[in-house]
């Protein structure tokens, strides 16, 4: 279906896999923390919308041009999942402690925000995978 690499089809494929997995969130969030406002739902849901646009687009990069080092997209995508989420983290820390501790309970150790870093690291190997499977790589993916 996807024989040519394009830079279009994958932001397209990285935003599709990125809204699915923010409306997810969207959709979930009232039931682990009932009081959460619609602006963080909008958030979240246009936070991984934006991420998937990101990996998306730094599927051209195949080489770090500084470090003169190979950037794969199973280093590439997890990394910037894995860091959006880390900003994410900072602006919404005290929403996010308080729906881990809702689910895992007050003495558990998964009710640290940061773990939504690993989150969007998952979240951006998934999104980098099908951007990369179905719309290339390299600076291919710029001739179309």
Do not use: C, D, Q
């Not at 406002?37 to 041009?65: K, Q």
């Amino acid at each position: 279906m996807f024989e040519n690499p394009s830079l279009v089809t994958r932001i397209g494929i990285g935003k599709g896999v990125g809204f699915i997995i923010g409306l997810i969130g969207f959709i979930a969030m009232p039931y682990f923390l009932p009081e959460t406002g619609w602006l963080i739902r909008w958030g979240v849901l246009l936070w991984y919308t934006t991420m998937g646009a990101i990996i998306g687009v730094f599927g051209i990069f195949t080489w770090h041009p500084v470090l003169n080092l190979p950037l794969p997209w199973w280093f590439r995508a997890p990394l910037l999942g894995g860091w959006m989420n880390f900003v994410l983290t900072f602006f919404v820390y005290e929403k996010f402690e308080a729906m881990l501790m809702s689910i895992f309970g007050n003495n558990s150790f998964l009710t640290n925000p940061f773990w939504f870093v690993l989150e969007g690291a998952i979240v951006g190997l998934l999104i980098g995978y099908l951007a990369t499977r179905f719309g290339g790589e390299g600076r291919e993916t710029l001739e179309r």
